[in-house]
């Protein structure tokens, strides 16, 4: 009796067998261009790091300093970068970018090529290099580091003419042979006006899109770097967000055609806001925003520090519309920061910690009214299962979808994370959401782009059911994960 159950069962798996290998194989959809670089995806996944202002005008209450500020006033009483690492680490910032040069030109390291620098000042009795402590300090606890070097100097007398290019190079030398690796350089777009210039005490002017020739520069650092990210208004791996008041735009796109805009041009920054979603080239928008009014301490700011709230409703204007955030905190006269600041950034934190501690559709049941070739490689599973290389795909010539969650019981809501698989191009160009609540959906948000992360705060509501509709996308939409909190 027992033979032909396990001969019909034998024979079904066969079957299944040869069925399986039948089943035609589905494509993985087409990159929709522009596509980001290896090294612009480890940058996304960054999310969020530190600026250090710190200079001369630290002691001199300047925010722009003239270039005339003696080296001895660059004098912190009780400079410890452990401090700065440790305060930075616990607010979850995953590196550091220092202004190794402000546009006062005062160096924070020993450059051979200047006598403008922490060398001739009184701190350690000129012994100090404030580069080394922090580029090594990072390094050992597994934070990036990140070099600001201003390209407008009001020390130089030689600002404005060829030899200065030369002497900015040699700069970059010396701190990308001596303190590497550098993850981020940061090309300010502040440029010329009045100076010291050396003593000549004038107001220079210079051509922003010539002056400097970026692509040399760009290229030797390149090679002495390969995997840095470039900022700069325009690129080329990152652009500026257009404002200093911590917010990428509502609709936020990499992409972005850098062929007419460079640093320094005025009236681009609601396009750098916005991005371009038919841009040539991908790069992301990076959010800088100081804690306090200035990007310098000042003690009479010390009751300015943005409130923990402020810089959470920052992190979701930044982070939470797929752009980085690189938050100033300056250091004090002491050399450290401040407990204003220190308050606040832990505040910071613990806001962040407890909004995002469960997800709430991890690993959650969830249906797309369609996916690509009905199989299994793009199924809607693949938004919940915390594998940020598994995604949801539609059909070719489908380019909208939707996904419901389900919770499993009655939940409250008060956050949705929407992510893209950005490796293949940003394609999402609106989106819906609602919940399911007196046996009808409800919506409770909408937005435009996606991109590599999008953060939705929304009226906290009970429901067990969410629904996701891509509603238009520029291409098959490709979303790897979604979240619920
Ligand atoms: C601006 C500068 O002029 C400010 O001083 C600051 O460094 C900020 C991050 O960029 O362009």
């Known amino acids: 009796m027992k033979k032909p159950y396990f001969l019909i069962l034998f024979l079904m798996c066969v079957l299944q067998v040869i069925a399986d290998n039948n089943e035609k194989p589905v494509t993985q959809p087409a990159p929709v261009l522009p596509v980001p670089t290896d090294r612009q995806l480890a940058w996304h996944e960054m999310e969020q790091y530190a600026f250090i202002h710190f200079t001369t005008n630290t002691f001199t ?48 390291w020993p450059s051979q090529y200047t006598e403008h620098s922490v060398k001739n000042s009184k701190w350690q009795g000129g012994k100090g290099n404030v580069v080394k402590e922090v580029a090594d300090a990072c390094h050992k606890n597994g934070l990036k580091f990140g070099v600001y070097l201003s390209p407008w100097d009001r020390n130089r007398s030689d600002y404005g003419s060829p030899s200065y290019i030369e002497y900015y190079r040699n700069q970059l030398k010396e701190l990308f042979t001596a303190y590497g690796p550098v993850f981020e ?21 210079i051509n922003a899109a010539t002056y400097y020739n970026w692509p040399t520069t760009l290229s030797m650092v390149r090679k002495m770097e390969p995997n840095i990210i470039f900022f700069s208004d325009a690129g080329p791996d990152i652009r500026w967000c257009g404002n200093e008041g911590g917010h990428a735009g509502e609709t936020n796109w990499s992409p972005i055609s850098t062929d007419s805009i460079y640093a320094g041009k005025s009236g681009i920054e609601s396009l ?50 797929g752009s980085n955030l690189i938050l100033n905190i300056p250091p004090d006269r002491r050399g450290i920061l401040h407990e204003n600041d220190v308050k606040s950034l832990l505040g910071w934190r613990k806001i962040i910690d407890e909004a995002f501690k469960t997800n709430l559709a991890l690993n959650a049941k969830v249906q797309a009214d369609t996916y690509r070739g009905n199989s299994k490689q793009f199924a809607a599973s693949n938004v919940t299962d915390n594998n940020k290389e598994t995604y949801w795909a539609t059909n070719d010539n489908v380019t909208t979808g939707n996904l419901v969650i389900e919770l499993g019981s009655l939940k409250t809501i008060k956050y949705i994370t ?63 994960n979604i979240q619920i909190f």
């Open 185 to 205: 350089m940061w090309f300010d777009g502040a440029n010329g006006g009045d100076g010291y210039y050396g003593g000549a005490r004038e107001k220079r002017k």
């Open 61 to 108: 209450g300047k925010e722009w300093g003239f270039g005339d500020e003696s080296e001895a006033v660059f004098n912190p009483t009780a400079l410890d970068v452990n401090q700065w690492i440790k305060v930075v680490k616990a607010a979850g910032l995953k590196a550091i970018v220092l202004t190794c040069k402000h546009h006062d030109g005062f160096c924070l």
């Open 272 to 321: 750098l806001n916005s991005g371009q979603e038919d841009g040539k080239n991908y790069v992301p928008a990076e959010v800088d925003v100081s804690i306090r009014p200035g990007w310098f301490y000042h003690a009479e700011e010390d009751a300015k520090v943005k409130t923990p709230e402020q810089l959470f409703e920052i992190y979701l204007s930044s982070v939470g519309r």
């Open 418 to 480: 929407l992510q893209e698989y950005i490796k293949l191009g940003q394609r999402v160009k609106n989106f819906t959401i609602s919940v399911w609540k007196n046996n009808m959906w409800e919506v409770v948000s909408n937005g435009t782009t996606i991109g590599y992360k999008r953060i939705l705060k929304i009226e906290p509501v009970i429901s067990q059911k969410v629904k996701v509709e891509i509603t238009s996308s520029r291409a098959t939409p490709l979303i790897s």
